[in-house]
């Protein structure tokens, strides 16, 4: 017999309690769709971040106790027009490492799991674009996306609530305060349009415009059919001092895809071992995998030699195989991209031609080069090529999407180039500083990292850090100095560069730079880049390089140099004359560059006007001396100068 609940009110008192907990815990673990309620009062893009819940993990530690936590990060568009590619700045605090994020993606091409604890921006996959009420009839499922966090972060046990110290949209063009708290577990802002931001973008364009970046990789979609498409991925390399060499191009496959074949490029890794053992094999099973290129996650993409480009395989694609080296367009603009196609297999449910999603968390890097931040994949009009039948045609891409990617200097990232300076006014040479591309992990017993790097005499310019100790104690000996105990570490650079300030007169003067390669690697094709101050516009020529002023953003201070014909390699190191004996002996390059002093009154070489202030190569900023040489010793060592200048001289006549 069924109890009647209404008239026993214990009963009744137990079942209200039990509901109103239910309803507590679907709240906290954001199950529901519904914005919140201040949502209501918000006419822009409505944002939320909600912490769910949190658990204490191992290990156990006071000093920096890990947590689990659960957060929801909520996208609405309540404003009047499509909100396209949404991008939301969470700034984490808490030294968080994010383990997964449903419907986004770290907008740095960053791939899960990462630590997230300086901040970071997350962006839309595979809902990028977000809707407005207008257009959908109040449609949550096109106009809101909720992000479920899941990660550990650090420090903040219960009762505590580890919220971000802030969010808000990184889409260009709209302002957003501070974020306000709702409750203790729920952090909210409105962001509306900028009113004095104006855009060349209309509100019923269908894609996103394209966007400037130092470099920018396209990914066109050229065929498609239901099972597979082939796509073509172009990498434009727009800075002038962007480079890349041995590039490697690295990004995540989203939806199971995976390469069958390739032109123009190839994988790193060949691999179908993945495929064989995964979904992939299980609906292929028809496929013959020994043709399968790579079937990783993430797969790394490196370009073809030379010997490569008239394969009719794996060649006869425009600007490929070139070994992976992309120049700056200010030395050439021919050789500023590179190009590859690749064929793409796609799983269920995604069988059918028109559906195309383009891999996400782009990376690409190079040798000796910059570093590089690229954002995420943006649908962008199609593409159009030259019709390949040679007509006065253009075929049009069936998708476009734009990757743009920007120079960085990630944080504690040591350089890999370093500089020192001498003078004809001083018979020392102000050598790299110490450590300028990072010290060995443990130097307490052999070297100092904090000791200020010793004065050399020119002569050990020439060889390797190594056996420069006795030379620098005889030279500090000679002058009188102390040298520390224990002495400093080495520079550790691949690459080191020598400015000399060679003459200085009343119309002019002249400086003699040379580029000393350390590494075993040869650099075909390489460029170096000096920023002066003042004296740029005095530059007149150089005699063994080919030079030319360079206008960086907006300021007309930098020279471009590179190799003449003949010049522009400079090998690696190698043996000496006498293995045994002999130290190993750098690769070189060396000019002398005139300048004149008419119309740059003022200039004062010796008081430093005659030094750079930033030394390029290759696109990489070299660490510069903290100190320059000075006017106080005697001018004799400039006979000593010139004996290096000639010795160099000498070993690139005999190695050419």
Aim: aromatic share 10%.
């Amino acid at each position: 017999m069924a109890s009647n609940t209404n008239s026993n009110p214990h009963v009744f008192f137990k079942l209200s309690l039990l509901l109103s907990l239910l309803n507590f815990s679907f709240s906290q673990t954001g199950v529901g769709q519904a914005p919140s309620p201040a949502a209501d009062s918000c006419n822009g893009i409505f944002l939320s971040y909600a912490y769910s819940s949190g658990a204490k993990i191992k290990p156990d530690d006071p000093t920096h106790q890990p947590y689990r936590f659960e957060s929801v990060l909520t996208v609405l568009n309540n404003g009047d027009e499509e909100l396209k590619s949404w991008r939301v700045f969470v700034g984490f605090q808490n030294d968080e490492f994010l383990v997964s994020a449903s419907d986004a993606v770290l907008a740095d091409g960053t791939s899960l799991p990462a630590n997230v604890g300086n901040g970071t921006v997350f962006a839309g996959f595979p809902m990028s674009d977000l809707k407005t009420a207008i257009g959908t009839a109040g449609d949550l499922t096109q106009m809101q996306v909720q992000v479920k966090l899941l990660g550990t972060q650090f420090g903040v046990g219960a009762p505590g609530v580890p919220l971000p110290d802030n969010i808000q949209l990184a889409n260009d063009g709209f302002i957003c305060p501070k974020a306000s708290m709702q409750g203790r577990n729920e952090m909210q802002v409105c962001c509306t349009k900028d009113p004095n931001v104006k855009t060349n973008a209309t509100v019923d364009e269908e894609f996103m415009p394209r966007q400037s970046g130092d470099l920018t990789i396209m990914y066109d979609v050229t065929r498609t059919y239901d099972s597979n498409y082939w796509s073509q991925v172009t990498i434009s390399n727009n800075n002038p001092l962007g480079r890349l060499d041995n590039w490697k191009l690295s990004f995540d496959w989203m939806r199971d895809e995976f390469i069958y074949t390739m032109k123009g490029a190839y994988p790193y890794v060949v691999d179908s071992s993945d495929c064989i053992f995964g979904p992939q094999g299980q609906y292929y099973r028809d496929l013959d995998f020994g043709n399968v290129l790579n079937c990783e996650r993430r797969p790394t993409i490196i370009d073809l030699p030379p010997t490569k480009a008239n394969d009719t395989t794996l060649g006869l694609i425009p600007k490929c195989c070139r070994n992976g080296t992309i120049l700056p367009p200010s030395m050439d603009p021919s050789k500023s991209s590179s190009v590859f196609q690749m064929q793409v297999f796609k799983m269920p449910p995604d069988l059918n031609r028109s559906e195309l999603s383009p891999p996400q968390n782009w990376k690409i890097n190079g040798t000796l080069n910059p570093d590089y931040i690229c954002g995420p994949p943006v649908r962008v009009s199609p593409s159009q090529f030259p019709d390949p039948s040679g007509l006065p045609s253009n075929t049009t891409a069936v998708a476009s999407w734009q990757v743009v990617c920007n120079i960085t200097q990630p944080k504690n990232e040591s350089p890999k180039c370093c500089v020192s300076f001498s003078s004809y006014y001083n018979d020392s040479v102000v050598p790299c500083r110490t450590c300028a591309c990072g010290c060995p992990s443990n130097t307490a017993r052999t070297c100092s990292a904090t000791a200020q790097a010793v004065l050399l005499p020119p002569e050990a310019l020439l060889v390797p850090f190594e056996n420069r100790t006795t030379m620098a104690q005889a030279w500090a000996d000679l002058k009188r100095r102390t040298v520390p105990n224990p002495m400093p570490c080495s520079d550790n650079c691949g690459v080191s560069i020598n400015w000399h300030v060679l003459t200085d007169y009343s119309r002019g003067w002249s400086a003699r730079i040379t580029i000393f390669n350390w590494d075993e690697t040869a650099f075909p094709d390489w460029f170096a880049a000096v920023q002066m101050d003042k004296a740029t516009h005095g530059f007149e020529k150089m005699y063994s390089f080919n030079g030319t002023t360079l206008e960086l953003n907006g300021v007309n201070n930098t020279i471009l140099m590179q190799g003449l014909p003949g010049l522009n390699y400079i090998v690696g190191e190698t043996d000496g004359a006498n293995p045994k004996k002999d130290p190993r002996v750098p690769g070189k390059q060396q000019t002398v560059i005139s300048f004149t002093k008419k119309n740059i009154p003022g200039i004062n070489v010796v008081a430093g006007d005659g030094f750079p202030s930033k030394v390029f190569f290759n696109g990489e900023e070299c660490a510069l001396p903290l100190v320059l040489p000075t006017n106080n010793s005697n001018r004799r060592g400039s006979t000593t100068i010139i004996s290096i200048f000639l010795a160099v001289l000498v070993f690139i006549m005999v190695h050419q």
